[in-house]
């Protein structure tokens, strides 16, 4: 069945640097959706990409849909403490979305 | 806030016994969906459901069973309880049947089983 896996599981960073993660679908995606879920909190949806190859940002967020719509990154710059949660993308193949494994993001000050 | 209510928030049980978790969706929104979230885990959709009929199906146990109602909202469930049906139960809703639009998450319910 479809899978999307993300990399990586887990991400400790410094308050300003950057941070990535990253979305793979072992098959071709309509639409990749991007979440963000806070500790003790729900996911929340962030963005939507459609196209391939499209790029969008959000202030400090980067969202990417690769060329072959089989994957999607997310990247955040200059990270704040804000930012802590984990970040899950979401593929829909042919019937559902597919949630991926998701990406914890640890923010030190 | 989602506009997606869930209750109870926290349920805490027996092995062997049996829940029902209740989801209202936002207002407008005919699809439901359901996840199970484990500790440290990833979210695994469990069913979905679309103006009262089943939709989509998922990773979800034969123990466990969820209907939409006519007035939309959902109920979820889950019977003969394990230990390992320890979980955050998400359920989310959405206007459209395709998953092509956005999914609003209710606070979740947490289950304990003892």
């Known amino acids: 069945g479809q899978q999307v896996m993300q990399i990586p599981q887990y991400q400790h960073v410094q308050e300003g640097e950057d941070f990535t993660t990253y979305c793979n679908s072992s098959t071709t995606l309509s639409n990749i959706q991007w979440y963000k879920q806070r500790p003790g909190g729900h996911p929340v949806f962030l963005i939507q990409l459609v196209k391939s190859g499209e790029v969008k940002k959000q202030k400090r967020l980067t969202f990417q849909f690769g060329e072959a719509k089989k994957n999607s990154s997310l990247h955040i710059t200059a990270t704040q403490t804000t930012d802590v949660g984990t970040y899950f993308c979401?593929?829909?193949?042919?019937?559902?979305?597919?949630f991926g494994t998701g990406t914890r993001l640890q923010v030190f000050p | 806030d989602s506009g997606v209510t869930q209750t109870p928030k926290h349920l805490i049980t027996a092995t062997g016994q049996r829940v029902t978790l209740r989801c209202s969706p936002r207002?407008?929104?005919?699809?439901v969906y359901w996840y199970q979230q484990s500790l440290d885990q990833g979210l695994q959709f469990l069913i979905q459901?679309?103006?009262?009929?089943?939709?989509a199906k998922g990773n979800i146990l034969e123990r466990f069973s969820a209907q939409q109602f006519p007035d939309l909202h959902s109920e979820l469930n889950l019977s003969s309880l394990e230990l390992g049906d320890s979980a955050l139960y998400f359920c989310?809703?959405?206007?459209?049947?395709?998953?092509?639009?956005?999914?609003?998450f209710g606070p979740g319910t947490r289950l304990t089983v003892l």
């Open positions: 979401a593929g829909r193949g042919t019937d559902k979305l597919i």
């Open positions: 459901y679309y103006n009262g009929e089943e939709r």
């Open positions: 207002s407008g929104d005919l699809s």
């Open positions: 989310a809703s959405s206007v459209s049947h395709d998953g092509t639009d956005t999914q609003y």
